[in-house]
C-alpha cells in the first residue's frame, strides 16, 4: 500500500513527456546500455528545438506538432559512433579503404545535404531543383562505378535490356530517385520509414556483419522506439535523403554482388514504392501536381477508411501519438 501510494505520488510529479522520456531511456538502457540512453537523450533534445518544427497539418495524419530534424540526429550519432571506432580501435572505415565505398558514401552524403537544407529552410530549394540534383548525383556515381547496377533479375527480357549499359546506367538513376522520393513521401506522411530502414538494416547487418551496419540497425531501432512512444520526429528530408540513398544502394549492390535475389529486395522495400505510385497516381488522376503535399497516401486513406468504420474518438486517440 505504501508503495502504491508513493509510486501515485511520483506519477502526478511527472507529466506525460516526462514519463515517455523515463519509458524509452529504460527500454534503451536494457537494450543497449547507457550508449542507448545517450541516443535517446541527444533525440529528444533536437526534437525540442525551435528549428524543423513541423505543423500537425503538414503531415498525413499526426495530430501534434513534430520535428523534422531525426535526419541530423541520426548524422551525428553516425559520426559520434565512426569516430570513436576509429580512434579507439583499429578499425578501419571502408571509405579509406575502397575507392568505390568512397563513391557510395559521397553520393549519400550528398543526398543528405539536399534534404538537410530543406528541413532547416523549408522551400530553400525548389522540387524541381532537388530532383534535378539527385538525378545528377546518381547519374555520376553509376557512370563513374557500373558495377553498382545488377544486369540478372532472373527475367530474361529485363536482364538483356539491362546488359545495354545506357539503358542499365538510366534505370538504375531512375530506380534510385524514385526510391528516395517514395522513402521521403512515406515517411513525411506518417513516420512508418523507421521500421522499414531497421527491417533492411537487420538484414544487412546479418548479411555483411560489418560495424556500419550494427550502426545504423542500432540508430534506427533506436529511433523506432522513441518515435512509437512519443510521436516527436519525423525523418524530415535529411534523414530520408539519407537513409533511402543507403538503402536504394544496398540494394542494388547487394543484387549485383548476388548477395540478394531482386525478388527478396522487392519484398523488402516494396511498401515506400507502392505508396509513392498510388499517391502520384492518384493525383494526376485528379489534376494535382505531382509534388505536392502527401495529403492522401496510401497509409493515410487505409486509417480514414477504418475511422469511418469506427467512432472516431476512439480511433484517432488509439493514434493520436503519430
Known sequence: MLLKDNYSAFSRHLDKNDLKLVIMCLVALWAFGLVGVGAILLMRLLSSLAAGRDQAASHGISVIESSRLDGLAITL?????????????????????????????????????????????????????????????????????????????????????????????VSATVFCVGFINAFNMSDGANGLVPGIATAAFTVFFIEYGRPVEGLLFFICFVFLLFNVISGWFFLGDMGSYGLGAIIALYGLNGVAQGDF?????????????????????????SGRSPFSAPSCTLWCRIC?????????????????YR
Not at 557510395?104 to 523549408?122: P, Q
Not at 480514414?304 to 493520436?320: E, L, P, Q
Request: hydrophobic share 60%; with cysteine.
Open 77 to 169: 550519432l553516425l559520426g559520434f559512433h565512426a569516430l570513436g571506432m576509429v580512434l579507439l580501435t583499429d578499425y578501419i572505415p571502408g571509405v579509406v579503404r575502397s575507392n568505390l565505398d568512397l563513391a557510395l558514401w559521397t553520393a549519400i552524403f550528398l543526398c543528405a545535404c539536399l534534404g538537410l537544407c530543406e528541413d532547416i529552410k523549408t522551400d530553400f530549394l525548389s522540387p524541381v531543383l532537388r530532383l534535378s540534383a539527385k538525378f545528377v548525383v546518381f547519374a555520376l556515381l553509376f557512370w563513374g562505378w557500373p558495377t553498382l547496377v545488377p544486369d540478372n533479375l532472373g527475367l530474361a527480357v529485363i536482364d538483356q535490356l539491362l546488359k545495354v549499359p545506357l539503358i542499365a546506367w
Open 304 to 320: 480514414f477508411s477504418r475511422a469511418k468504420a469506427t467512432d472516431h474518438a476512439v480511433f484517432w486517440r488509439g493514434i493520436k
Open 261 to 285: 535475389s531482386a525478388s527478396f529486395m522487392m519484398v523488402l522495400l516494396a511498401y515506400p514504392c507502392l505508396d509513392f505510385a498510388i499517391s502520384i497516381t492518384r493525383r494526376l488522376a
